[in-house]
């Protein structure tokens, strides 16, 4: 399996809520789903993906895009997609990987427009009491 030419074709993107001084709790969803998985030519599919980055009341963001599936596989995995929308668990879950890999780091450039919290987690600084074998903090 191979993908190549992954392109965003679509972005919306919107804050809710005009401040964001005071501290909140903002829990970030990640969705991303298959829109259509249709045969190219033989060993090759052409997917259509959307991915979302919701924010919950704080805002949205949202990419439409699209990149092209190579495998030996693909015309099963389109003839399957088109009538029961529907793929193995194995090449689904690289699909998905691979647009997240890919959506993720636009989405923090546009989370910093916005002024919203980006959309990856941030490493925790743990303290711990004096060590002889430490240094400094320790980054998790």
Known sequence: MKIRN???????????IKDLSRPMNIRIDHNSNITLFSVIKK??????????ASFGPVGIIKFEGSFIYEGKDAEEIANNWGEKKNMPNEI??????????????????????????P???LPQ???????KDKFGPEVV
């Open 6 to 16: 992954m392109e965003i074709r679509g972005v919306e993107a919107r804050r809710y």
């Open 43 to 52: 060993g090759e599919a052409d997917v259509e993906f959307e991915y979302t």
């Open 92 to 117: 689904a879950s690289q699909i998905h990987t691979a647009i997240l890999h890919f959506c993720v780091p636009e989405a923090v450039f546009i989370a910093r427009e916005l002024k919203l919290p």
């Open 119 to 121: 959309p990856i987690p």
């Open 125 to 131: 600084v743990k303290f711990e009491k004096k060590s």
